[in-house]
């Protein structure tokens, strides 16, 4: 854990990456691993992973995230986008992949699934989207750490306008919206007014009320 809290102090939100240095496929792969792995609300994992490295379409998005250059200068750049709304069919694809991968069928689990489609799907589409864009900041949490451990600057990012993100990547088209952005790189030498600050949060006593 020591080694986790020391990787939590290294990171911060870089100002300013280095374009030259790109980071390796099997560093990218575990960081998307960690975020797969994740936990999701009843395990239906309400998101999917874009990894744009093309420069295009990172062009076109930097044009829609107040021109933070992060989303350009990045190795890859990582977008989350959750469901547009809950489904039978996406609730009974993973209560069916669950079934198929551990080879029997649980009573309990199949009484969960009936009470997820009679409640689910039966919600308007933006409180379903709502819900699903919060499973993807639990996501985030471990990119965000994940990177840190490979020693990978991220940055996240909500400034950036979702509907020219969802049309530039066609994500409508899939079922999905994007919820958030984030630039996977490495800090640049200079020019990061932000690399050098100390990192200050409240202090514990101020954040954390323990209720014996």
Known sequence: MSNVL?????????????????????????????????????????????????EALREQIRAHAWNQAQVTEASHLLVFAAWDNYTAERINAMFDLVNAERGFRNEGWEAYRQQLLSTYPQRDAQTNFEHAARQAYIGLGSALIA??????DATPMEGFDPAKVDEILKLRERGLRSVILLPIGYRADEGDWLVDLKKVRRPFSQFVTELA
């Open 6 to 54: 020391q990787t939590l102090q290294w990171r911060y939100a870089t100002k300013k990456m280095d374009p030259t240095k790109k980071v390796a496929k099997e560093k990218i792969d575990r960081i998307l691993e960690a975020v797969r792995l994740t936990a999701s609300s009843s395990g239906l994992q309400q998101y999917e992973m874009f990894v744009v490295t093309n």
């Open 147 to 152: 990177a840190a451990e490979e020693k990978v």
